[in-house]
């Protein structure tokens, strides 16, 4: 079974996380393989998507929007599993489905699920108008993921698709 796993990452951490889907979904025995959004290409070409995006105010950046926008009926046609990666702090915050907004997203793909998972904020990578944001809201710096946690998911992906 080939499954896409499309990515939109601004720093890199979110790519991260989906690297860290694909390889457990390769472990579990599924051709898996990892692409930016922009480069995803027909997800009509795939078994299954899992879809992913880093959160910016609540929202997924846009190239994964447009993803979900312009191939939203090819989507429906399989299965499908968001992620959102965003949450920074201990604990991460903001919290639960509050941290991004998901119901459109769900709606326009037809996902089994949208899983949140915390982010990394590393300051050094930051634009000058991104620290100044990350300055006013006091945004805890570190590396907040959860691996167990987010391979689990993978596992989870695999077994439902009967792996």
Same mark, same amino acid.
């Given at each position: 079974?080939?499954?896409?796993?499309? @990515?939109?990452?601004?720093?890199?951490?979110?790519?991260?996380?989906?690297?860290?889907?694909?390889?457990?979904?390769?472990?579990?025995?599924?051709?898996?393989?990892?692409?930016? @959004?922009?480069?995803?290409?027909?997800?009509?070409?795939?078994?299954?998507?899992?879809?992913? =995006?880093?959160?910016?105010?609540?929202?997924?950046?846009?190239?994964?929007?447009?993803?979900?926008?312009?191939?939203?009926?090819?989507?429906?046609?399989?299965?499908?599993?968001?992620? =959102? =990666?965003?949450?920074? %702090?201990?604990?991460?915050?903001?919290?639960?489905?509050?941290?991004?907004?998901?119901?459109?997203?769900?709606?326009?793909?037809?996902?089994?699920?949208?899983?949140?998972?915390? %982010?990394?904020?590393?300051?050094?990578?930051?634009?000058?108008?991104?620290?100044?944001?990350?300055?006013?809201?006091?945004?805890?710096?570190?590396?907040?993921?959860?691996?167990?946690?987010?391979?689990?998911?993978?596992?989870?992906?695999?077994?439902?698709? %009967?792996?």
């Amino acid at each position: 079974m080939r499954v896409l796993v499309a @990515v939109a990452s601004r720093h890199g951490a979110t790519r991260e996380i989906a690297e860290a889907i694909g390889r457990t979904l390769r472990e579990r025995g599924l051709d898996a393989q990892v692409r930016d @959004v922009e480069e995803a290409g027909d997800p009509a070409e795939w078994d299954a998507v899992v879809l992913g =995006s880093a959160v910016y105010a609540g929202h997924w950046l846009g190239p994964a929007q447009k993803l979900t926008e312009d191939q939203g009926e090819a989507l429906r046609e399989r299965p499908v599993w968001l992620f =959102s =990666s965003g949450p920074i %702090g201990d604990p991460p915050r903001p919290e639960g489905e509050a941290a991004v907004a998901s119901a459109a997203l769900v709606e326009a793909t037809g996902a089994r699920e949208h899983r949140i998972f915390a %982010g990394r904020l590393d300051k050094s990578l930051l634009s000058f108008g991104e620290r100044a944001i990350v300055l006013a809201f006091r945004a805890a710096e570190g590396d907040f993921r959860d691996w167990a946690a987010i391979e689990a998911w993978a596992g989870e992906v695999a077994d439902a698709l %009967g792996v």
